[in-house]
T-cell receptor, first 115, second 114 residues
Framework: AQTVTQSQPEMSVQEAETVTLSCTYD???????LFWYKQPPSRQMILVIR??????QNATENRFSVNFQKAAKSFSLKISDSQLGDAAMYFC????????????FGTGTRLTIIP | DTAVSQTPKYLVTQMGNDKSIKCEQN?????MYWYKQDSKKFLKIMFS???????INETVPNRFSPKSPDKAHLNLHINSLELGDSAVYFC?????????????FGPGTRLLVL
């Protein structure tokens, strides 16, 4: 079974600075998908970014980018120019390419933005 | 228009009662899911349906029974509620079973069992 580990329960960053959230995962599969979801206080789960394991190029979405290291099974999220609205819980998630397509989540990182 | 909607958003009830949570998606997706988020914010899959057919049942007690009347709806019925059922329940949908399509989540239903 796949597992996802987020080793930082809490992180904080000054507004306008850059922060990196860590995520590692364990799998024996070669094809899979990785996601970062954001959960603000409203508790809505919002997709931040998605990465296909077969793509070597790191995904980017505006101020959000990932550092995907397939061999190391690492998938970190970098947030540049942090804004107050970025304050939220961030969840890393894994999804198999084949078979049951559930998301397996990490335990989350609570990100605080310091004005 | 809301893509994935859930009703109710909040549910407070007594132990032993039976309650239902409804989910509807207007995205035309084939697959729907129920996830449970516990008090420590951990999210775990409960069920998944593809075109009204159950494809995932992750060792959830029999007191939980999902029902999918059509592929746009996936409801969750819970019998004999227990204190440990208190959590936030999220419905989600995705276009297809395989292929890593993004799952879109509803706003969640916060269930409190007293």
């Amino acid at each position: 079974a796949q597992t996802v580990t987020q080793s930082q329960p809490e992180m904080s960053v000054q507004e306008a600075e850059t922060v990196t959230l860590s995520c590692t995962y364990d799998t024996s599969e070669s094809d899979y998908y990785l996601f970062w979801y954001k959960q603000p206080p409203s508790r809505q789960m919002i997709l931040v970014i998605r990465q296909e394991a077969y793509k070597q190029q790191n995904a980017t979405e505006n101020r959000f980018s990932v550092n995907f290291q397939k061999a190391a099974k690492s998938f970190s999220l970098k947030i540049s120019d942090s804004q107050l609205g970025d304050a939220a819980m961030y969840f890393c998630a894994y999804r198999s390419f084949f078979g049951n397509e559930k998301l397996t989540f990490g335990t989350g990182t609570r990100l605080t933005i310091i004005p | 228009d809301t893509a994935v909607s859930q009703t109710p958003k909040y549910l407070v009830t007594q132990m032993g009662n039976d309650k239902s949570i409804k989910c509807e998606q207007n995205l035309g997706h084939d697959t729907m899911y129920w996830y449970k988020q516990d008090s420590k914010k951990f999210l775990k899959i409960m069920f998944s349906y593809n075109n009204k057919e159950l494809i995932i049942n992750e060792t959830v007690p029999n007191r939980f029974s999902p029902k999918s009347p059509d592929k746009a709806h996936l409801n969750l019925h819970i019998n004999s509620l227990e204190l440990g059922d208190s959590a936030v329940y999220f419905c989600a949908s995705s276009p297809m079973v395989s292929g890593g399509e993004t799952q879109y989540f509803g706003p969640g239903t916060r269930l409190l069992v007293l």
